[in-house]
């Protein structure tokens, strides 16, 4: 076959519905040619994700939920079953916090909402890293998403701003790791996208507002648009780029201060 990604098999972690960003993801690499396996979390979201697996030819591999390590070992010996020659890619679109502690000040932040969060959000990259090492080829790559909470204090964004700082630190450990390997770890930061994660943050119709007036773009981004560039990190177009976290956002990222042309929000 053509396209960027012809010949490649991927693995893709965190559909939940058709405005999941995994599934703006798994969309553009089918359209790139690429062959895939999608997981799903628990039997409710299992009933959604089939049907769009199916609309991509995709294998659906099995549940996986990234706090019990035995269900992250099973659908990567599933990968290994469905794929012998191995897999070239891995997408992670993972990301949790208690809803009560994505409002109000971080300072409030709860021990056992920082370990979970920091648990499902951070430390489930690396631990797909460890399963999917066995059975990745050269040339391949792990992509995962952050965003620009990461780097810069967001309203609301409280421990999930810390838990992605940290993943980020991640993905250049991981990079160096697997670099001898040939294999690349790259992050997403997308700008802010209404999703079913993006619902527990708070004042989150403001946020996307914000973004519409003071993005250079003057807009925000589409799960289309997240998908088109990890295609492209994926293929080997970006053979030469790892640990790098690339912004999709419009362009917000670059500004230092709220366009004077906005309306009051
Ligand atoms: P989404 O709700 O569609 O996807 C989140 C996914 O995380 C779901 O599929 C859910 O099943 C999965 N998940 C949560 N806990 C899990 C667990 N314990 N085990 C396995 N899976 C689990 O929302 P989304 O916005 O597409 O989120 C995908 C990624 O994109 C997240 O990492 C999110 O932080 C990141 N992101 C989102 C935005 C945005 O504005 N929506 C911006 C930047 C980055």
């Given at each position: 076959g053509h396209g960027i990604l012809a010949g490649k098999r991927g693995v893709i972690l965190g559909?939940?519905?058709?405005?999941s960003i995994a599934w703006g993801i798994a969309r553009s690499a089918r359209a790139h040619g690429a062959e895939l396996a999608f997981t799903y979390q628990g039997d409710a979201l299992r009933k959604r994700v089939e049907p769009l697996a199916k609309e991509l030819d995709a294998h659906v591999i099995g549940h996986c939920d990234v706090t019990d390590a035995a269900s992250i070992d099973a659908v990567f010996e599933e990968a290994g079953r469905l794929f012998p020659e191995g897999i070239d890619f891995v997408v992670h679109c993972i990301a949790f916090s208690d809803k009560d502690e994505?409002?109000?000040?971080?300072?409030?932040?709860s021990e056992e909402n920082f370990s979970k969060s920091l648990l499902i959000s951070c430390y489930s990259f690396t631990a797909v890293a460890q399963r999917a090492e066995k059975i990745l080829r050269p040339g391949g790559s792990l992509l995962t998403l952050t965003y620009y909470g990461a780097e810069k204090w967001m309203p609301h964004y409280n421990v999930m701003g810390v838990a992605k700082a940290a993943l980020e630190a991640s993905v250049r450990y991981l990079a160096a790791d697997l670099g001898p390997k040939n294999i690349r770890v790259n992050a997403i930061s997308a700008g802010p996208i209404k999703t079913l994660a993006a619902s527990?943050?708070?004042?989150f119709r403001y946020i996307l507002k914000w973004n519409e007036y003071n993005a250079p773009l003057r807009r925000t981004v589409t799960i289309s648009e997240v998908g088109e560039t990890a295609a492209y990190l994926l293929s080997?177009?970006?053979?030469?780029?790892?640990?790098e976290i690339l912004h999709?956002?419009?362009?917000?990222?670059?500004?230092?201060?709220?366009?004077?042309?906005a309306p009051d929000l």
């Open positions: 559909v939940a519905n058709n405005r994505l409002t109000g000040r971080y300072i409030e932040t527990g943050i708070g004042d080997d177009m970006a053979a030469g780029m790892t640990g999709v956002d419009a362009g917000y990222h670059v500004v230092g201060m709220k366009n004077p042309e």
